[in-house]
Nanobody, 124 residues
Framework: QVQLVESGGGLVQAGGSLRLSCTAS????????MGWFRQAPGKEREFVAA????????YYADSVKGRFTISRDTAKNTVYLQMNSLKPEDTADYYC?????????????????WGQGTQVTVSS
């Protein structure tokens, strides 16, 4: 089993920044790809960003490209999502996800483990 715990969500004004963290514990060797998804009220869960644990390849949704940065700290078993230039449309619950063999990185069904989520609210 792999447990994921997110933190760092909160309320921020448009144009501001937040940094989300996701720490994995348990059988972390079972998680070779980690990603961030978000879900706004009344909308489907959507892909935000992902990282291959080794060698650290990163992938982004077009809507956040150039504004968000995903990174990982191997020693801490932690993945981060640095969010800059936040927009009201970024408001959502953000979920950390992990999987052992993830091929289609933008598809939520590819991931086996999920955190409980952290809320991000961007005011206009």
């Amino acid at each position: 089993q792999v447990q994921l715990v997110e933190s760092g969500g909160g309320l921020v004004q448009a144009g501001g920044s937040l940094r989300l963290s996701c720490t994995a514990s348990g059988r972390t060797f079972s998680a070779t790809t980690m990603g961030w998804f978000r879900q706004a009220p009344g909308k489907e869960r959507e892909f935000v960003a992902a990282i291959r644990w080794s060698p650290g390849n990163t992938y982004y949704a077009d809507s956040v490209k150039g504004r968000f940065t995903i990174s990982r700290d191997t020693a801490k078993n932690t993945v981060y999502l640095q969010m800059n230039s936040l927009k009201p449309e970024d408001t959502a619950d953000y979920y950390c996800a992990a999987g052992r063999l993830v091929v289609m990185i933008t598809q939520a069904k590819e991931y086996s483990y999920w955190g409980q989520g952290t809320q991000v609210t961007v005011s206009s």
